[in-house]
């Protein structure tokens, strides 16, 4: 989730009444369109534009999607980090029909992530505003407060989250990056809200998130630094060791929230440019995903899902222009890996 301008600060923090609001997490610049840029290494994928969800808000400045993933009912659940009370903070996408409604929306929350539990089935959000994780049913009835409070001292700033195969939470706390510190945590939470732990921290404005196909480690984006770090994991779900994974050559552009393949595959987010970096496990650069030359006004590629078992892959863009859905074809079959977060 990006880093927003001072005036969309000021803006949503007095709509949440909060005081003085500081949303970060996917970058701190705007920049031209993916078409733009230098040459890459590996093949080139242009994506296909679906719809445009979102306008940018008078109350906020600006609109911004995040967190696309899909339901057990095949819909694409999206949130819109920016959008004032009254309007959809959480939308259901029928990308066959092209055609979207509103799930849920509050005077409160700026959730940044979006993701199904396997658990309870449940829909979970990151407030990074409040410093919380909500849930609510599918439909976007049964509003509850998740997870509140302190971690070990500290309030968090969550980001994007993801689930191990027993419904426990893994969270990207971007703690530190408003001041411009390396504050950043993995917290991880138990399935009952009740038990937290931090796994990791001093990093660089943690971002992204996401399992590893064997869910013996973590890939972390640290959003300061552009790099993907990777944290290995026991069987109690503790950190037995961490190191610099992908160094991600962005120029202006920073890294943002990250999926994985049925192959293994790293897809990274960008911010700052509206495109994608695909990897392997290997730190192997495989492709980049552009929007089609002369796309204006869509300055942030946040996050993608691919279809489960399936190959269409949907990805969140958005700036001036709107916020909008773009598809292609990923390298791979979508997992729970590949599905939120």
Excluded at 78 to 89: C, E, I, L, Y
Excluded at 154 to 171: C, E, H
Excluded at 174 to 197: M, Q
Excluded at 214 to 219: A, E, I, P, S, T
Aim: net charge negative; charged share 20%.
């Amino acid at each position: 989730m990006r880093r927003l301008p001072i005036r969309t600060l000021a803006t949503l923090a007095t709509l949440t009444a909060i005081g003085a609001l500081t949303l970060t997490g996917c970058g701190t610049q705007s920049a031209a369109t993916g078409a733009a840029g230098t040459s890459d290494e590996g093949r080139t994928i242009t994506a296909r534009k679906v719809m445009r969800l979102t306008t940018v808000h008078q109350e906020t400045g600006m609109t911004l999607l995040e967190g696309p993933t899909f339901g057990t009912d095949g819909g694409l659940y999206v949130v819109d980090v920016t959008a004032p009370a009254g309007k959809p903070k959480v939308l259901r996408v029928d990308v066959g029909r092209k055609t979207s409604r509103a799930v849920h929306t509050d005077s409160r929350g700026a959730y940044t992530s979006a993701q199904f539990s396997p658990y309870d089935g449940r829909l979970y959000l990151t407030d990074y505003a409040h410093g919380e994780i909500v849930s609510m049913d599918p439909d976007g009835g049964d509003f509850r407060t998740f997870f509140s409070g302190e971690v070990d001292g500290a309030l968090m700033n969550p980001d994007d989250l993801a689930f191990d195969q027993d419904g426990n939470l893994y969270v990207s706390d971007s703690r530190g990056l408003s001041e411009g510190e390396a504050h950043g945590r993995v917290v991880r939470i138990d399935r009952t809200g009740e038990k937290t732990a931090v796994l990791a921290d001093g990093l660089a404005a943690t971002n992204g998130i996401s399992f590893d196909l064997g869910y013996r480690g973590l890939w972390i984006s640290e959003l300061a630094e552009n790099r993907i770090s990777y944290l290995r994991l026991d069987a109690d779900g503790k950190v037995t060791a961490r190191h610099t994974a992908v160094r991600v050559d962005g120029g202006i552009a920073q890294t943002d929230s990250i999926a994985v393949d049925a192959d293994g595959n790293l897809y990274q987010a960008l911010h700052g440019r509206a495109a994608m970096i695909v990897y392997n496990q290997y730190g192997e650069r495989l492709a980049t995903v552009r929007l089609p030359a002369r796309t204006e006004g869509l300055e942030s590629a946040t996050n993608v899902a691919i279809t489960p078992g399936g190959r269409t892959a949907y990805v969140t863009v958005s700036g001036p222009a709107g916020g909008y859905l773009y598809t292609f074809d990923a390298l791979a079959d979508g997992v729970r890996q590949s599905n939120g977060g």
